[in-house]
């Protein structure tokens, strides 16, 4: 009887670990459910042709800062 209280006595802390292991896989999954339908609800990122047509024109260019003050002057003073 001796020898059976002892294995009894020494499988608790192990069942405990694994009761705790099992519960946090479950919540791992549980948060990577939740964390993927809350990403569906969320509204796409708004597709090139829905977004500013003034982006649109720039989209993929590059302009050196000169060509950029030059842009800025003619929307300041139209007509020059």
């Known amino acids: 009887m001796t020898a059976m209280r002892t294995l009894a006595a020494e499988a608790q802390p192990a069942l405990f670990l694994i ?5 946090l896989v479950v919540l791992l999954i549980g948060a990577f459910w939740y964390g993927s339908r809350r990403r569906r609800r969320l509204a796409a990122p708004p597709r090139p042709a ?7 024109s ?6 050196t800062p000169q060509e ?3 842009e800025e002057e ?3 003073y139209p007509g020059t």
Do not use: S, T, Y
């Open 74 to 76: 003619r929307h300041r």
């Open 19 to 23: 009761v705790a292991g099992v519960v």
């Open 50 to 56: 829905e977004q500013n047509p003034l982006m649109q």
């Open 68 to 70: 950029h003050a030059r």
């Open 58 to 63: 720039r989209e993929d260019a590059w302009q």
